[in-house]
């Protein structure tokens, strides 16, 4: 009788473990951190962050670095103070990952923002998923081609006019496992000179991406409003 219960116990408190054991693998989801545009906050992530809360999603597994000035847009670019809130961020979620592996979502000059600091760092394998949206990958027309009508740092040497010195390097490297953008014809901002595309191809695409969505939304609807699109892609 002795010999039965104990081994009923034993099963018991094996199968107990092995719940635990799953659930505990379970919730190991990769850190997500998410980085705003050019003169954005935070804050302009709600919708993307409230998506993940209803997915599971832990409140300090989500990190959302500010960074760059909000007064001077114009003064911003890729080189310097703007990148030590992202860097610090992309560094301590992949440091507190359960998985070891985090995903990036970008909007605007957050895409490229990002991009820069996970290839400065060499964390490429480190990314899962990298999500871009409404990026300028390829450049704006609006800053001009370089070195051609870079009037500010924004579009300057470390900035987003055409071919600029800081795009062509970034060009072809790899960011992530995957990599996806979210991209509009209705960009006020990618598109504002009348077109989207930069040699043929629209500047929000990725080089080495593995799928693009198109949606109607303007620059900063993108962000807003394809949340759901945005936390599926990290699955």
């Known amino acids: 009788m002795k010999s039965l219960v104990r081994s009923t116990l034993g099963a018991l408190c094996l199968a107990v473990l092995s719940v635990f054991s799953h659930s505990v693998i379970a919730q190991c989801i990769d850190n997500v951190v998410l980085v705003h545009g050019n003169a954005g906050s935070p804050s302009d992530w709600s919708n993307t962050y409230n998506e993940l809360r209803s997915n599971g999603y832990q409140s300090n597994q989500i990190y959302r670095p500010n960074w760059g000035s909000k007064t001077c847009a114009a003064c911003n670019n890729h080189s310097g103070i703007e990148e030590i809130p992202v860097r610090d ?60 009508n870079v009037a500010t740092s924004t579009c300057g040497i470390n900035g987003l006019s055409i071919s600029s010195p800081f795009l ?25 000179t009348g077109t989207c595309l930069v040699y ?25 409003y394809t949340a759901g699109k945005q936390v599926s892609l990290l699955d």
């Open 168 to 192: 062509d390097w970034l060009y072809g490297k790899k960011i992530g496992n995957r990599v996806y953008s979210i991209k509009s014809y209705a960009d006020q901002i990618v598109c504002v």
């Open 89 to 148: 961020a992309i560094l301590s979620a992949i440091n507190n990952s359960c998985s070891g592996k985090i995903d990036v979502i970008g909007h605007s000059m957050g895409v490229t923002l990002a991009a820069k600091v996970i290839i400065e760092e060499g964390e490429t394998a480190n990314v899962d998923a990298f999500v871009g949206i409404a990026g300028a990958y390829r450049g704006l027309w609006s800053c001009g081609a370089y070195p051609f």
């Open 200 to 224: 043929g191809k629209h500047s929000s695409q990725i080089s080495g991406e593995a799928a693009s969505f198109t949606y109607t939304y303007g620059h900063f609807g993108l962000q807003k």
